[in-house]
């Protein structure tokens, strides 16, 4: 039983195109949404969030959208670098300080 | 900038062997967890702990497993009797509140 979805295993995208990364979720108590980035052998590495009484946040190069209604999110990456190349794992909450879900992740890979 | 620190790094264990692996939270977080990685597969939440007990864990973290915070800064998963299935990648988190949770670099155990 997957809350958090993450359907496209892999991501090819040339240097400087954008990179988008979608996430479904099944949960509707989830109330906040994150990106993180992992490279090999390392733990995850937080990216950027949203709390579900937004739609949208930016940072950076980064840009993360929420569509409540679909139950769906994204990860936007403008202008995609050789160093972004990573697996890109999306997770949700339901409330302060309850268990990460974690999606299966999303390999993305950026050629120069 | 404040990190989350796991201990040892690779731990090679036999099979029906006890392991305890080891943390140091970020040092004002509230909320401690652990999760695994198994090769290839998505990033699996297996307990939280909040206020000196266990808030939350998920079926995989059965009778086998342990959680202790021994100290005010330690914070340790003891796997009893180890099995081959046990073998992953094991990070600890910790996060304040609200806001993400902070990964470490992850133990890798391997069960022989």
């Known amino acids: 039983d997957q809350q958090v979805k993450q359907n496209s295993p892999s991501l090819s995208v040339q240097e400087g195109r954008i990179s988008i990364l979608n996430c479904d979720y099944t949960n509707s108590m989830f109330d906040y949404f994150l990106w993180y980035k992992k490279y090999p052998a390392e733990g995850p590495t937080f990216l950027i969030s949203?709390?579900?009484?937004?739609d949208k946040n930016e940072d950076g190069r980064f840009t993360v959208f929420l569509n409540k209604s679909a139950k769906h999110l994204s990860l936007h990456i403008v202008p995609s670098q050789p160093g972004d190349s990573a697996v890109y794992f999306c997770a949700a909450s339901e409330q302060a300080g309850t268990a990460l879900i974690f999606g299966k992740g999303t390999t993305l890979s950026v050629s120069s | 900038e404040p990190e989350v620190t796991q201990t040892p790094s690779h731990q090679v264990t036999q099979m029906g062997q006890e392991v305890i692996l080891r943390c140091v939270p970020i040092?004002?977080?509230?909320?401690f967890y652990w999760y695994r990685q198994i090769l290839g597969q998505k990033v699996e939440f297996l307990v939280s702990f909040y206020n000196n007990e266990i808030s939350e864990k998920s079926e995989i973290f059965d009778d086998q497993f342990s959680v202790e915070r021994p100290d005010g800064s330690n914070f340790t998963l003891k796997i009893r009797s180890t099995k081959l299935e046990d073998s992953a990648m094991y990070f600890c988190?910790?996060?304040?509140?609200?806001?993400?949770?902070?990964f470490g670099q992850g133990t890798r155990l391997t069960v022989v």
């Open positions: 988190a910790s996060r304040q509140d609200r806001g993400p949770a902070f």
């Open positions: 040092s004002n977080h509230l909320y």
């Open positions: 949203i709390s579900s009484i937004k």
